[in-house]
């Protein structure tokens, strides 16, 4: 399984960005998609995601202003980033969870910058 993040870069604080994840390599029947971040000198944190039922789920610091999508046919989860503060400033990462397995899959990292 492989995940490809791509998207990052750097922005005014009230800019927006989209990122983009695509995923390639694995069949599975039950699973989640998300998108977690990393500042420097923090855990990896949750950001936003989508289970297995469909339904969708935000950090609380991100409600109202980030928005997870998929795209089935082109096997690619977004995360548009709108209203982005400096404190948003972190390494971003597209992973995949085989609910079945157990198993987790995590991309490369795109890394998103906001200036005040």
């Known amino acids: 399984v492989q995940l490809q993040a791509s998207g990052g870069g750097l922005v005014q604080a009230g800019g927006s960005l989209r990122l983009t994840c695509a995923v390639s390599g694995g069949t599975f029947s039950d699973y989640g998609l998300g998108w977690f971040r990393q500042a420097p000198g923090e855990q990896r944190s949750f950001v936003a995601g989508?289970?297995?039922?469909?339904?969708?789920h935000y950090t609380p610091s991100v409600e109202g202003r980030f928005t997870f999508s998929r795209d089935d046919a082109k096997n690619t989860i977004h995360l548009q980033m709108d209203s982005l503060r400096p404190e948003d400033t972190a390494v971003y990462y597209c992973s995949l969870v085989d609910y079945a397995s157990g198993n987790d899959y995590w991309g490369q990292g795109t890394e998103v910058t906001v200036s005040s």
């Open positions: 989508i289970s297995s039922d469909g339904s969708t």
